[in-house]
C-alpha cells in the first residue's frame, strides 16, 4: 500500500467528515431489519424508539469521527488502515439508524457536527499516543458501545422488531471490532480514562435523546 503524504491524509479524513454529516450513508449489507414487518406502535412507544435510535446514530457518529481521527495520526500504516476499515463499517451503522429514525418519523439529532469535532479531536490525540494506546482506546470504545446497545435492548418497546434487529447486528459487529483491536495489539487503558469515556457518552446520551 502508498504510504499516504499527511496533506493526503488530512483532505482524505475532512471528506469523511463532510460525508459522515451530509451524505446520506448507504450499506452494502442489507439492512438487518429488511422484510421484518413494522408493528403496531403506540405514538409514546414510537417516541422512546426512535429517540433511542437517534442516541444510536450519533453514537456511529462518534466512532466514525474516532477511527478517522486516529487514522489521521496513526504512525503504523497498518494501523492506519485498521482504523480506516472500521470508520467505513460504522457508516453502515449509521445508514440503518439514520433509515430507521425515518421510519419512525423522527429526524437525526442536531447536536452531530459538535460531537463529530469532539470525538475527531479525542481520536486524533489518541492516535498521536502511539499505536497500542490508540487500539486500545478502540477496543475499549467497541466495550461501551456494545454495553449501551445491550441497555437499549432493555429499553426498547417489545414488539419493536426491526429497531432490535439493527441492534443486534451492530453489537455483533461492533464486539468483532473489539476483537480486531486486541489482536492488533491494544493496550489495556488507565481506569481513569475509562471513566472519562463512559462521562463522555452520559453527556452524549442525555442529550441527543432529546436533540
Ligand atoms: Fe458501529
Ligand atoms: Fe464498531
Redesign the pocket.
Known sequence: MRHLLPIDRIISEFDTGLRTLLAKPHSQRVHPDAGVAEAELSDAEKKHACALMRVNHT??VC?QALYSGQALTAQDAATSKTMQQAAR??TE?LAWCETRIHQLGGHTSVLNPLFYAGSFAIGAVAGALGDKWSLGFLEETEKQ?GAHLASHLDQLPEVDEKSRKIIKQ?QT??AKHANDARQLGAANLPSPVKFCMKQMSKLMTASTYHF
Do not use: L, N, P, R
Open positions: 453514537g456511529e466512532a463499517e460504522e451503522h458501545v451492530m459487529d461492533e
